[in-house]
């Protein structure tokens, strides 16, 4: 009944943008920080960005600063990762997660986790 179904992760050149979309259902989201994470081959897990349920608070990975937006739309019970310039180092598979919370943390400790979605960049 719980789900977060993250979307929006293909194929695209170096320099493109993509926009994931993290639906959620089951549970009262707006209560909920959340949060995108990847994982590239052969790398652990990092967190990417987390937006607060209100959306007072971002936090991004030096990384992707300026590149990458997070945001919500608490009546839609969704999230959203803009992704501009991406590079090849971003290709990775991306997951969206929530935790009840207002701060949000890039740390892997959230309490919903989505399926992850493909995000491959080439060169």
């Known amino acids: 009944e719980v789900q977060l179904v993250g979307s929006g992760g293909e194929l695209v050149q170096a320099g493109g943008s993509l926009r994931l979309s993290c639906a959620a259902s089951?549970?009262?989201?707006?209560?909920?920080?959340g949060g995108w994470f990847r994982q590239a081959p052969g790398k652990e897990r990092e967190g990417v960005a987390c937006?607060?349920?209100?959306?007072?608070?971002?936090v991004y990975r030096d990384s992707v600063k300026g590149r990458f937006t997070i945001s919500r739309d608490n009546a839609k019970n969704t999230m959203y990762l803009q992704m501009d310039s991406l590079k090849p180092e971003d290709t990775a598979v991306y997951y969206c997660a929530a935790v009840r919370r207002d701060l949000c943390s890039l740390k892997p400790l959230y309490d919903y986790w989505g399926q992850g979605t493909q995000v491959t960049v080439s060169s």
């Open positions: 089951g549970f009262t989201f707006d209560d909920y920080a």
């Open positions: 937006i607060s349920y209100s959306a007072w608070s971002k």
